[in-house]
């Protein structure tokens, strides 16, 4: 498997777990929100962002990967915020409906970024979830990593 095909998809998968990871930890319930978008979102999400973070973590090491994935947080949490909006917005205009949000209001896609960047940051500022979000945004740049740096070893069979 290529690597650019290996961190597209270990990509989608990080972004559909903080996709589907994000109701809970917001307080949403999932029986009033359109989850099939939130985790098309989080996987279109994932996909950018690891393919932004590549080159970086080529020639980090392991300690500098853990760090960038705490820096790496806030704009992925914009990205999908963005993307989320963006989502919205589209639905809104295509159903000829009301615009279809996440924070309740009527906004543009780059508000509702801003906006889902500073509801995390409230989110992390309580202990217990902080101790939840933050090793384990650190820990998906680890495992981001590790698909970029995987070398199948080419062995021989006799």
Do not use: N
């Not at 980090?60 to 989502?87: E, R």
Request: charge should be positive; hydrophobic fraction near 55%; charged fraction near 10%.
């Amino acid at each position: 498997m290529k690597t650019r095909t290996r961190i597209e998809l270990v990509g989608a998968c990080i972004g559909l777990v903080w996709a589907l990871m994000m109701p809970m930890y917001y307080g949403y319930d999932y029986s009033t929100q359109p989850i099939a978008l939130i985790a098309i979102a989080g996987v279109i999400t994932g996909i950018l962002l690891s393919l932004a973070l590549w080159k970086l973590l080529i020639k980090s090491s392991h300690w500098v990967a853990l760090c960038i994935g705490l820096l790496a947080l806030p704009l992925g949490v914009f990205c999908f915020g963005v993307i989320c909006g963006t989502f919205s917005l589209i639905i809104g205009l295509v159903t000829g409906g009301g615009y279809v949000t996440f924070s309740g209001v009527f906004e543009v896609p780059l508000y509702e970024g801003w906006m889902f960047v500073r509801v995390t940051a409230m989110v992390c500022s309580r202990w217990y979830l902080g101790f939840i979000i933050f090793p384990l945004a650190a820990v998906m740049s680890y495992l981001l990593q590790l698909a970029i740096l995987y070398k199948k070893s080419s062995r021989a069979s006799t």
